[in-house]
């Protein structure tokens, strides 16, 4: 079953939550443990009663279990800051969650970074420039020739 395209109020709201969000957070929660908290998006319900929360935390002494459980046992908190906040019938209840696609991003760019220089010294192995008898590197004489044809067909054509 095909999920409904998500509507642009729903999408308005969502960005106003995390706006206001990043702002509570930085403000009303003063635990310098839990290091800098970035909110990186928010998921609303078509009813707008629920809100998955995603954040990432730079620099917290916490593990990341912990600072989940930090948030959302303070998430009734910044839901009555957000009440007060947004002019909304029903603001939604708060669901954090660590988002781990950076870390994943960054795991993934090391892993393709070491699959290319692996490459480049295996390639370049593989791919040594074979030598002609006298001496003569065979690619540089075939790429030569190439270039005299070249030139022979652009003067033909002058």
């Known amino acids: 079953m095909a999920k409904k395209p998500i509507s642009s109020r729903n ?3 969502s960005d106003q939550i995390q ?4 702002q509570l ?3 009303e929660l003063r635990d ?3 290091g800098l908290i970035t909110i990186q998006g928010v998921e609303l319900t078509p009813d707008y009663a629920h809100a998955k929360v995603f954040y990432t935390v730079l620099g917290g002494v916490l593990l990341p279990d912990v600072v989940q459980s930090i948030l959302n046992a303070r998430a009734g ?14 603001v939604p209840t708060l669901h954090f969650h660590r988002d781990t696609s ?4 960054i795991a993934m760019s090391q892993l393709i970074d070491r699959a290319l220089s692996e490459g ?3 390639s370049d192995e593989q791919h040594a420039t074979p030598q002609m008898e006298d001496g003569v590197n065979e690619h540089a004489v075939s790429q030569s020739s190439d ?3 070249l030139q022979a067909s652009l003067g033909d054509k002058a």
Do not use: M, N, W
């Open 19 to 22: 706006r206001d969000l990043a």
């Open 11 to 13: 999408l308005k709201l």
């Open 147 to 149: 270039s005299s044809r």
């Open 32 to 34: 310098p443990r839990l």
């Open 102 to 105: 950076i870390e994943h991003g």
């Open 25 to 27: 957070i930085q403000r």
């Open 77 to 90: 908190y910044l839901h009555a800051c957000l009440f007060k906040r947004l002019h909304i019938h029903t």
């Open 120 to 122: 480049r010294v295996l």
